[in-house]
């Protein structure tokens, strides 16, 4: 077949479709309508997830680091006023709040492990920083929210070892709190002998803390020191030579000066008057 003639078979099937186009559409006005809505739909979804991705992930991140680091300052406020007197302790509880919620809108299992380790921990030293001794009942809910707080880190941070480490170390300093030493020791032995947590923070905190518990285990006994005095220095005598010695005297008393004479033994004196007062 001749090039001439394709074109020209061509150029009539195309003037045909595009004569019978207008009964064509109708036609399929359904189906046109329904495909076309189909292809926007998917245009927006990967335009949306695009900006999900940059813009709004980006946002959060800022958001959620921001976060972070106002629930330090809340710390150290808390603490500077626990060291004049000033009980703010509710505040780490009202942080450890916020940061729960942080961490169920978190747009990362990993970002949402962070806030539940920082959730915990303000759990812990709110404790810690209340004036006084606070009531049993009271440390045994606050420990038990932060122990789930820290299962939530196991099931949100696999993809991080430190997190994961950090989380098995604070199931063990929560057994501390309740006064279970040997279920402290044997999860902290536990997070120890993992060879998949080697070099993590958390490890080498575990190892810390098992080499200080052994310092408290068992009765504290003071060495009794006996204090033997020290011998005084001995006293010198010399004997005196008492030829060396000049006595001692009083002062040189002269001649006896003569009595002073009384007026009537002197020879000019002049008698007194013999006064008679009468009345």
Same mark, same amino acid.
């Given at each position: 077949?001749?090039?001439?003639?394709?074109?020209?078979?061509?150029?009539?099937?195309?003037?045909?479709?595009?004569?019978?186009?207008?009964?064509?559409?109708?036609?399929?006005?359904?189906?046109?309508?329904?495909?076309?809505?189909?292809?926007?739909?998917?245009?927006?979804?990967?335009?949306?997830?695009?900006?999900?991705?940059?813009?709004?992930?980006?946002?959060?991140?800022? $958001? %959620?680091?921001? /976060?972070? &680091?106002?629930?330090?300052?809340?710390?150290?406020?808390? +603490?500077?006023?626990? !060291?004049? *007197?000033?009980?703010?302790?509710?505040?780490?509880?009202?942080?450890?709040?916020?940061?729960?919620?942080?961490?169920?809108?978190?747009?990362?299992?990993?970002?949402?492990?962070?806030?539940?380790?920082?959730?915990?921990?303000?759990?812990?030293?709110?404790?810690?920083?209340?004036?006084?001794?606070?009531?049993?009942?009271?440390?045994?809910?606050?420990?038990?929210?932060?122990?789930?707080?820290?299962?939530?880190?196991?099931?949100?941070?696999?993809?991080?070892?430190?997190?994961?480490?950090?989380?098995?170390?604070?199931?063990?300093?929560?057994?501390?709190?309740?006064? $279970? %030493?040997?279920? /402290?020791? &044997?999860?902290?032995?536990?997070?120890?002998?993992?060879? +998949?947590?080697?070099? !993590?923070? *958390?490890?080498?905190?575990?190892?810390?803390?098992?080499?200080?518990?052994?310092?408290?285990?068992?009765?504290?006994?003071?060495?009794?020191?006996?204090?033997?005095?020290?011998?005084?220095?001995?006293?010198?005598?010399?004997?005196?030579?008492?030829?060396?010695?000049?006595?001692?005297?009083?002062?040189?008393?002269?001649?006896?000066?003569?009595?002073?004479?009384?007026?009537?033994?002197?020879?000019?004196?002049?008698?007194?008057?013999?006064?008679?007062?009468?009345?």
């Amino acid at each position: 077949m001749k090039a001439d003639h394709r074109h020209d078979l061509k150029t009539n099937a195309l003037a045909d479709w595009m004569a019978h186009f207008p009964e064509w559409s109708k036609s399929n006005a359904k189906p046109l309508i329904g495909g076309t809505a189909l292809v926007v739909l998917i245009v927006v979804a990967v335009l949306w997830s695009q900006y999900n991705n940059t813009v709004l992930a980006h946002t959060y991140r800022t $958001q %959620f680091t921001s /976060a972070l &680091a106002d629930q330090e300052i809340v710390v150290m406020q808390v +603490a500077q006023s626990s !060291t004049q *007197g000033e009980d703010t302790s509710i505040n780490l509880g009202e942080s450890s709040v916020n940061l729960g919620e942080l961490a169920q809108n978190a747009s990362s299992e990993t970002m949402a492990a962070m806030a539940y380790l920082k959730q915990a921990e303000m759990l812990r030293e709110q404790t810690h920083f209340e004036n006084g001794q606070p009531a049993p009942q009271t440390v045994a809910d606050r420990i038990e929210m932060a122990k789930e707080a820290y299962n939530n880190v196991l099931k949100n941070g696999k993809a991080n070892k430190t997190l994961m480490s950090l989380a098995h170390y604070g199931l063990g300093l929560c057994a501390e709190e309740l006064g $279970q %030493f040997k279920e /402290a020791e &044997a999860l902290y032995q536990t997070l120890i002998s993992d060879a +998949a947590y080697d070099g !993590t923070l *958390g490890k080498a905190s575990a190892v810390n803390r098992v080499e200080s518990m052994s310092y408290f285990d068992g009765a504290i006994s003071f060495p009794i020191v006996e204090v033997v005095p020290e011998p005084s220095p001995p006293v010198v005598t010399e004997a005196i030579d008492n030829s060396l010695v000049t006595p001692v005297t009083g002062p040189e008393i002269g001649p006896a000066l003569p009595e002073a004479e009384t007026p009537a033994s002197q020879p000019n004196a002049v008698p007194a008057p013999d006064v008679n007062v009468t009345q």
